[in-house]
């Protein structure tokens, strides 16, 4: 019985089709890659300047507590909503939006009850709305 001798081909691995395919992969991800360029706003806020201004007699005062309370002309609200802004600011308003309406504001009180009375106040006419800084400590 003749067997046949096995060939002893080399074997190799071919890796010019892996690296087509590897280059291929890394200039697919590199086209389908957004760059997004994160963009920031650099806010400085302002800080009182100059001489405080006189005090006018007939004015409407709004304060707003750190947990979002509203006191006008000195009367707690009893709740934090438009409505009832709205409701306590509509008599004054119909008896003369010229009037100036000053916003005064914790530090902590959120941005949202500043807002809320500035919409309100606008809403129902007032056309002088000043909000009270505190002038910077330190020299």
Do not use: C, W
Request: no cysteine.
């Amino acid at each position: 019985m003749k067997f046949r001798r096995q060939s002893n081909d080399n074997v190799e691995i071919n890796l010019a089709p892996l690296i087509d395919v590897v280059f291929l992969l890394l200039i697919f991800f590199m086209v389908t890659t957004t760059f997004t360029r994160e963009t920031r706003l650099g806010v400085v806020l302002p800080e009182a300047s100059g001489q405080p201004r006189v005090e006018v007699a007939d004015h409407v005062e709004v304060v707003i507590g750190a947990g979002g309370e509203y006191l006008v002309n000195g009367e707690q609200l009893l709740r934090h909503d438009e409505a009832t802004l709205r409701s306590v600011l509509l008599p004054l308003a119909r008896a003369g939006t010229d009037r100036p309406l000053v916003i005064t504001a914790d530090a902590s009180s959120p941005h949202q009850a500043v807002v809320r009375v500035m919409d309100v106040a606008g809403q129902l006419g007032f056309v002088n709305i000043t909000i009270t800084t505190q002038a910077p400590s330190g020299g």
